[in-house]
């Protein structure tokens, strides 16, 4: 199943050859110049290029189809020249100033059209067409819009809560995504300013223990919930860099392999009532804030997540504890921790262990070749492990790699200045690169579920040197028993 992180990652390394990205001129750069209005006009531009791209794709007729090419390239052109115009009239390179760059994405976005139903708990639903299927597959969900977003939308994105259910206690079945959300948020201040959704689990899904390969992940256990959490998304002007994830009792682990398998997409990690953790990487959680609401009976799992994040020296795991689930004494302090959650689109420090061989793409890096496979692993030493940390001061970029032969990175400004040479270290070693960043692959996030997560440059194909270092050596750590690394 194509999920929209892989999707993402296929847009940008596959479906543009990188031979033949477009290329913007550089200059001196300034971060956040654009007036809104201009930030208006270049992004009336962006959106229909991208409908073309869209049109073009889904078109199957040769002649229908050779059109809308011609149009798509001299849409592409116009909105190159707009931006060209502000360029030279404003003095700075547009690919450089980030914020910029982000703000023209965010309203450039192709949206799909929606039935938005504020102010109450609702129940949607989407259809999945499959190949060869005569019936598509439906998707069902529960979501719960604020009363103010069809005004205050048009003006502002609005944070998002993916809260998957629970089960009932007397029957085990899952709860509804509506009638989850009801029990866990009526009443809660979240629903003045917050959009809650929260997808209906199959029946039969028993999302317990490690799953046994990538593909159970991700169409088992993952594969309803990626297709409507991706619908909705193309739907709603949701703030990608305020989406917290929540999950607890039977779908504990179902949260902690989400938040493993796409971590860039969450500004925080909710658990509540969280039964034994077994099989997540810990180590992937750099840049993922968790907070565990516990009883006195559940509170030993949440504090051995909490030991395992102190063997990385993470400092982004708290515990609060109250009586029993949904923990209603617990709300406010809930209430001000999710509030105040916004992710880093761009953090400087990365450490990555995929979780599966396939699942190797990580923020803004990518593994493309192992020396060993993930399966393959017998001891922590085996494991595949990459740590890479971004110096704009000094233009350098720090790797770290064991058991891994050659990685990408996707980079923009808010980690190095593309302008200079960029040096990249990996165990020891040192490479210079002089890139020129892409109009292309820049605004391709247009078309994808992120438009916050900017690339202007790829570093493909980086080679790790043969001979490990020994700062990668010492990295290597006992995670302990109990099967969480």
Avoid at 65 to 91: D, M, P
Avoid at 176 to 184: A, F, I, T, W, Y
Wanted: a positive charge.
């Amino acid at each position: 199943m194509r999920s929209f992180f892989l999707w993402c990652l296929a847009l940008l390394l596959g479906a543009l050859p990188l031979s033949a990205l477009a290329q913007s001129p550089s200059s001196k750069k300034k971060a956040g110049v654009l007036s809104p209005g201009e930030i208006r006009r270049i992004a009336q531009k962006l959106n229909k290029y991208v409908t073309l791209i869209i049109a073009y794709k889904n078109e199957k007729r040769p002649e229908r189809k050779f059109r809308l090419g011609s149009k798509k390239a001299k849409a592409f052109e116009t909105l190159k020249k707009t931006i060209e115009t502000l360029e030279k009239r404003k003095k700075f390179n547009f690919l450089a100033s980030t914020g910029d760059l982000r703000a023209v994405l965010r309203q450039g976005f192709n949206y799909k059209k929606a039935k938005t139903r504020p102010g109450d708990f609702f129940q949607g639903q989407y259809k999945e067409k499959i190949p060869g299927a005569r019936q598509p597959k439906v998707h069902t969900f529960g979501y719960w819009i604020p009363k103010k977003y069809p005004l205050e939308s048009k003006k502002r994105p609005f944070p998002l809560i993916i809260s998957l259910p629970t089960m009932r206690s007397e029957t085990k079945n899952w709860y509804s995504g509506r009638d989850h959300l009801k029990n866990l948020y009526a009443g809660s201040p979240l629903l003045q300013d917050h959009i809650l959704f929260s997808p209906d689990l199959p029946p039969d899904l028993k999302a317990e223990g490690k799953p046994s390969s990538p593909d159970q992940l991700l169409s088992e256990w993952l594969g309803s919930i990626l297709f409507s959490f991706n619908e909705f998304l193309t739907r709603h002007k949701v703030d990608w860099n305020r989406i917290i994830l929540e999950g607890g009792k039977e779908s504990t682990s179902l949260a902690l392999y989400f938040a493993n398998v796409a971590p860039r997409y969450f500004a925080g990690l909710v658990i509540r009532d969280p039964r034994p953790l077994q099989g997540a990487v810990v180590r992937d959680f750099a840049n993922l804030p968790t907070l565990f609401l516990v009883s006195q009976a559940t509170k030993p799992n949440a504090e051995w997540f909490l030991k395992l994040i102190k063997l990385f020296n993470y400092d982004n795991c708290t515990i609060l504890e109250g009586e029993k689930f949904p923990f209603p004494s617990l709300n406010q302090k809930v209430v001000d921790w999710i509030r105040a959650r916004k992710r880093n689109p761009a953090p400087p420090h990365l450490v990555f262990q995929p979780l599966f061989s396939v699942l190797g793409s990580h923020w803004w890096v990518q593994i493309s070749k192992y020396d060993k496979f993930v399966e393959d692993a017998k001891t922590e030493a085996d494991l595949p492990v990459i740590e890479v940390t971004a110096d704009k001061k000094t233009n350098r970029i720090t790797v770290k790699a064991r058991n891994i032969s050659s990685y990408n990175l996707l980079l923009n400004d808010d980690l190095v200045d593309l302008d200079k040479p960029i040096t990249v270290v990996t165990n020891g070693k040192a490479q210079e690169f002089k890139v020129t960043r892409s109009l292309s692959l820049a605004i391709m996030p247009a078309l994808n579920n992120d438009p916050q997560f900017v690339t202007t440059y790829p570093l493909v194909g980086i080679q790790v040197p043969k001979t490990e270092s020994k700062s990668s050596s010492a990295e290597k750590k006992d995670s302990g028993g109990g099967g969480v690394r």
